[in-house]
């Protein structure tokens, strides 16, 4: 599982399509050690390490010597079924994204418990900075509009975030951005028209099916 917490943001560097589906290679400056068949949330879908490797130089301090940290690579494959319900699909080379290695057993939930299985994608409706903070209105996913609720948990392109309101009529949400979340994610890139990957709430979807019986 993971929380929601980018950790940083990679570029896809590659993109090779098969029969059966599309591999992405995807490289980062700020982590490494990836693993073969390692969990990773690439803006929020939940993937496989294929392959992987270190960056040939590791980055230089400001002194200019050698920093002991190195970035990486790894590829991973998409399958037909995350090509259709994710945005992944619309990826280019160049395109970056973001990234989450799955949360050790010891490790501090910060955000809410996120799967990685995106339930379905939306559109940026409107983008507005106020102060210092930046306020972003979307569409209310389709079919899933139950399960966005004032004040609960969600996670789009795979950060976790609250939902500040809710707007029925409309048909849009809103959440609010703090500047580091705007800085250091993608969603800081994203405008309107753009499609964001949608993960509701895990909890209340099994609430719902065990209300079913």
Request: charged residues 30%; aromatic residues 6%; negative net charge.
């Amino acid at each position: 599982m993971f929380t929601g917490i980018v950790e940083t943001t990679g570029r896809v560097a590659a993109v090779e399509d098969g029969d059966d589906g599309r591999r992405f290679r995807i490289e980062t400056d700020d982590i490494g050690g990836f693993s073969h068949g390692q969990s990773v949330a690439v803006d929020g879908v939940c993937l496989t390490v294929e392959e992987h490797g270190e960056t040939a130089d590791a980055p230089e301090t400001e002194g200019g010597e050698q920093s002991e940290a190195r970035g990486g690579w790894f590829s991973v494959f998409l399958a037909e079924e995350t090509l259709a319900r994710t945005s992944l699909a619309a990826k280019r080379d160049g395109d970056r994204v973001n990234l989450e290695r799955a949360l050790p057993a010891d490790g501090r939930l910060d955000g809410h418990v996120v799967q990685g299985h995106v339930d379905t994608t939306t559109e940026v409706v409107a983008v507005e900075s106020v102060g210092e903070d930046y306020r972003y209105t979307f569409a209310l996913p389709d079919g899933h509009e139950r399960y966005v609720a004032e004040k609960g948990s969600i996670a789009l392109d795979g950060v976790s975030l609250t939902v500040a309101s809710v707007d029925d009529d409309a048909g849009t949400f809103d959440v609010a951005l703090i500047p580091t979340t705007h800085a250091e994610t993608t969603l800081g890139e994203r405008a309107p028209g753009d499609a964001v990957n949608v993960e509701v709430d895990v909890v209340a979807k099994y609430v719902e099916r065990l209300e079913a019986y």
